[in-house]
């Protein structure tokens, strides 16, 4: 019997009276049989209940407790450390009945009264292995540092939970299923334990045998990176699994394989965007004229039309069908696979009597049966009806191209593992750069290669892909950052040679050129002419503020960043472009501004550095140094080889007393100086 633990049998198993659910998954949480949440507001205690709840029902010996939690105190103090722990415990589960029993020896929960999710996990797993999947964080990931021998047994506690995890995962897997199945298994394997060799390994043949080269190798890579953080090399094996399916994805894009039509690839029409029309807005009431219902319908077509990567049908073509709202005639006829459509009501203030117009749009889906994907209402002062139509206009397809760029990546994710087309790849890696998950991130970046491989004369693969290689810097994730830049430099030149009216491919060679080389002023010419081919663009605006700020206009680079939240100020992007914000607000003397930006951001993508690094120096300049240590830490988990002086020789900011102040709030985040 493991030591600390009273000479007792389990009690009977678990009931239907369940008052106590906890999560030790991740960041521990508590809550009562009404959803109450009666998690302890003291670490030390949450840490008692959490050993309590890991003890399979078995009492634990007050002094196993005082050993843990106190273990550099004298008895007496530990032992009244631990009587005043205990009350505050039972106040807090109190809501939960009497499900804590402490004798004068011994302390326990009521194992009939208890819902653990990583004994319920471990329990379902050796039956239902989808049970294991909900296995992404650490247990108990937030009770680190309570007392060095509780460390000492919270670090074995992970070691029994995953290995004995992984060894219910091992068990789901055969090398004679298919390799759909396999692929998952193996994946959840590596999920469990990222240091498993053979779990890799698998997962790498299985997906191979799919077809899916590219991800095997991007697992490959994820694979090299988590057994460097152990402190080891792949194994023979494993590298020799990798050798051949590089030679085996060069084969096939030299031969231009996976074509899956018998014709020459240039006989085919390349598809590259989602078929988009505007039917004309219909009229309610008797206020607004048709006049302004046909104007905006063809001023949000003319701004669409700015986005590349779209295929915009004309107004006029949907106004030549019998009902232009028809979205049936408009899949047939026009092959429209998006619709927006909507109303347009005028009437005048009742406070004022000032003229007054509502819009309403939705955007339909019509490859799903016409489902919304998309609305919203606008309502607007109508003194200038062509001040309305602009603004309108401009905030609808800012607001839109994002959306319809999820919708399409998602179609793309349900498809075939190997997709057909550059447009397909493109897809499919655009999310996972934003996720900024390390395997699918590594994943974006070979389909991102394939899809110039497959169409050399495609320009948003290079500018998406030199886009790929400023995360893999920014994120300390380059193998060799010098060679990254440069490789980052010359696809987003191509971007713009294929395509000198991509906005977007214009914009993101310009913050190639600023954040990675520091060429400010031809940031800032490339982001001028971004914004000159379409002026509703929310990156382009957020990256010409950036340029800015990086040559010292802090002023102006939040003028600008801020544009973006007025023409889509719920943008799925909007963590990476919040992030624009912070350093601008630091150097101006606003680090208060910065911590505020910080968290909203953090919350909505804690993986992503370059907040990280300004939201540490904004808590240290205002004093919350403790604050700030703990926001360094977390940096360092992400970019364990981050020192401040390798951010200064790096940063695109480039004003001494800007990398001053920079200096200043690292260091004093407990950073190292390098």
């Not at 309590?52 to 007050?62: C, E, I, N, Y």
């Not at 009244?80 to 205990?86: H, K, N, T, V, W």
């Not at 006029?316 to 109303?343: C, I, N």
């Not at 693969?461 to 400023?470: D, E, F, G």
Request: aromatic content about 6%; overall charge negative.
């Amino acid at each position: 019997m493991p030591d600390g633990f009273a000479d007792a049998p389990p009690p009977p198993g678990q009931s239907d009276q369940v008052t106590l659910r906890l999560r030790l998954i991740g960041a521990m949480d508590a809550w009562g049989l009404a959803s109450e949440r009666v998690l302890p507001r003291v670490r030390k205690t949450r840490g008692i209940l959490a050993v309590l709840a890991l003890s399979a029902g078995r009492p634990v010996l007050r002094s196993r407790l005082t050993g843990l939690f106190w273990s550099t105190r004298d008895r007496e103090q530990a032992r009244a450390s631990l009587r005043q722990s205990l009350h505050e415990l039972g106040h807090a589960l109190s809501p939960c009945g009497p499900v804590l029993v402490t004798t004068r020896e011994t302390a326990a929960l009521a194992p009939d009264r208890l819902w653990v999710d990583a004994t319920e996990v471990l329990r379902l797993g050796a039956t239902e292995p989808a049970a294991l999947d909900v296995i992404e964080g650490t247990l108990l990931a937030d009770l680190d540092g309570l007392d060095p021998a509780f460390d000492l047994w919270l670090a074995e506690e992970r070691r029994r939970f995953r290995a004995r995890a992984r060894t219910h995962a091992e068990g789901h897997y055969s090398a004679h299923d298919p390799p759909e199945a396999r692929a998952v298994a193996a994946r959840r394997i590596v999920q469990i334990d990222p240091t498993h060799e053979p779990g890799w390994l698998a997962l790498m043949q299985a997906l191979g045998d799919l077809g899916d080269r590219a991800a095997a190798l991007a697992a490959y890579e994820q694979a090299r990176a988590e057994l460097a953080l152990a402190g080891t090399q792949p194994a023979p094996e494993l590298e020799a699994c990798a050798q051949r399916l590089r030679m085996e994805l060069r084969t096939l894009g030299h031969a231009g394989a996976a074509a899956p039509s018998s014709h020459p690839p240039s006989q085919r029409p390349a598809v590259r965007g989602a078929r988009i029309g505007v039917a004309p807005l219909k009229l309610l009431g008797s206020g607004a004229g048709e006049h302004l219902s046909i104007a905006l319908a063809d001023e949000i077509t003319t701004a669409l039309s700015r986005f590349r990567w779209l295929a915009v049908v004309s107004s006029a073509s949907l106004a030549r069908l019998d009902d232009p709202t028809d979205t049936v005639a408009a899949r047939r006829d026009l092959g429209l696979d998006l619709m927006l459509a909507g109303s347009v009501q005028a009437a005048a203030s009742p406070a004022t009597g000032a003229p007054q117009v509502r819009v309403a749009l939705s955007l339909l889906d019509l490859r799903a049966e016409s489902e919304v994907v998309w609305a919203q209402r606008f309502d607007r002062n109508a003194t200038d009806i062509f001040a309305l139509q602009d603004e309108v206009a401009s905030e609808v397809v800012a607001r839109v191209d994002p959306e319809i760029l999820l919708i399409e990546a998602r179609r793309a994710e349900s498809r075939a593992p190997a997709p057909a087309s550059a447009y397909e790849m493109l897809l499919k890696a655009i999310p996972a750069i934003y996720r900024l998950d390390r395997v699918p991130f590594m994943e974006a970046g070979v389909l991102l290669a394939a899809a110039i491989a497959r169409e050399p004369d495609y320009a948003a693969p290079h500018a998406w892909y030199a886009y790929w290689h400023v995360f893999l810097v920014g994120q300390g994730w380059a193998d060799n950052p010098q060679e990254a830049m440069e490789t980052a430099g010359e696809l987003a030149a191509r971007a713009v040679a294929l395509d000198p009216a991509d906005a977007r491919g214009l914009t993101i060679a310009g913050h190639v050129q600023a954040y990675l080389h520091r060429r400010h002023d031809q940031a800032i010419a490339l982001h001028d002419r971004a914004l000159t081919v379409n002026p509703n663009l929310p990156m382009a605006w957020v990256f010409s503020g950036a340029a800015h700020g990086y040559a010292g206009r802090h002023a102006e680079a939040i003028r600008r960043i801020e544009r973006y939240r007025r023409l889509s100020p719920m943008d799925p992007h909007a963590f990476l472009f919040e992030t624009g914000l912070m350093t601008p607000h630091i150097l101006q003397g606003e680090p208060a501004e910065a911590v505020r930006i910080g968290e909203a951001v953090i919350a909505m993508q804690p993986r992503l550095t370059a907040a990280w690094k300004p939201y540490a120096t904004a808590l240290a300049l205002l004093g919350r140094e403790q604050e700030a240590r703990e926001a360094g830490r977390r940096l360092l988990a992400i970019e364990p080889g981050f020192t401040i002086a390798g951010f200064l020789a790096t940063t695109p900011y480039v004003r001494p007393e800007d990398l001053a102040t920079l200096a200043v709030g690292l260091e004093r985040a407990g950073l190292p100086r390098g």
